[in-house]
């Protein structure tokens, strides 16, 4: 909330969007510390609360729950308006709600959060597999199907380059057709994140997630006009994030 105050004393206290997300990174050093406060979940809070909010901060973030915001950047009632869909997949009412989070309730910041070990990005990647066997091989079976790592080191091993290019660019293609009508709501969002890694030849797991984050946040501006205009407006600021589980710390990936 605008009027809280916290004991960090290298942390500036008014509601802008900077000094709000130094505040909600000093909670997240606390939480991987195992020293975090706890402020403003009382009764006092709650009850100054009934008939209205004014949070500072919108985050998107994914459904796990291992992955809450509220606790791992120590946060209280108020302070955060947040959405959570797995993968942090957007969709008209994820829009809506952060829409809402910029144009009535005046959030100054929104974090778009992934995290470390992200079960739908390996969803998304595995059935990729799935999909990639089925265009090389005809088979559509998931328990022998080849991973898509595995397709394209067999593509590239091919002894004619040329050959091999034009196979890749006619799977590639393929796949993304096959994306874009896929019936998983995870497949079809997810999805191109990881294609997009793969072109960039990042199959580390956590370049995907941080691929998967970027291209979370292109999207969110693309298809959502009121966010455009408060970027422009220089109302809101947009940061890429993602948590580690290993060490309870938040990386920054943009800002």
């Not at 997300?21 to 997240?28: D, H, P, Q």
């Not at 005809?138 to 199907?145: H, I, Q, R």
């Not at 397709?151 to 050959?163: K, T």
């Not at 422009?232 to 990386?251: K, N, Q």
Request: with cysteine.
């Amino acid at each position: 909330m605008a009027d809280q105050t916290h004991n960090d004393d290298d942390v500036q206290h008014e509601p802008t969007a900077t000094s709000t997300w130094s505040r909600l990174l000093a909670g997240n050093r606390r939480f991987a510390q195992g020293k975090m406060t706890h402020a403003w979940q009382d009764r006092e809070t709650r009850e100054s609360l009934l008939d209205s909010q004014r949070p500072d901060a919108a985050v998107l973030s994914c459904s796990d729950s291992r992955v809450p915001p509220e606790i791992i950047f120590d946060a209280g009632l108020g302070d955060m308006f947040t959405v959570r869909t797995a993968g942090q997949i957007i969709d008209d009412s994820v829009l809506a709600s952060l829409e809402y989070a910029v144009d009535k309730l005046h959030v100054s910041l929104l974090v778009i959060l992934g995290h470390q070990h992200c079960g739908a990005i390996q969803a998304a990647e595995t059935q990729l597999g799935v999909l990639a066997s089925r265009v090389r091989h005809g088979d559509d079976s998931p328990e022998t199907a080849q991973s898509l790592a595995s397709i394209i080191d067999e593509i590239e091993a091919m002894n004619d380059a040329q050959a091999a290019e034009s196979v890749q660019d006619q799977l590639e293609e393929s796949l993304e057709h096959l994306v874009a009508e896929a019936t998983s709501p995870i497949v079809r969002s997810v999805g191109p994140s990881v294609l997009q890694a793969y072109e960039a030849q990042l199959r580390n797991h956590e370049d995907i997630e941080r691929v998967h984050i970027a291209h979370t946040i292109e999207e969110l501006v693309d298809r959502s006009q009121p966010i455009q205009q408060a970027l422009a407006d220089e109302r809101l600021m947009l940061v890429g994030a993602r948590y580690c589980m290993d060490t309870g710390l938040v990386e920054v990936l943009s800002f």
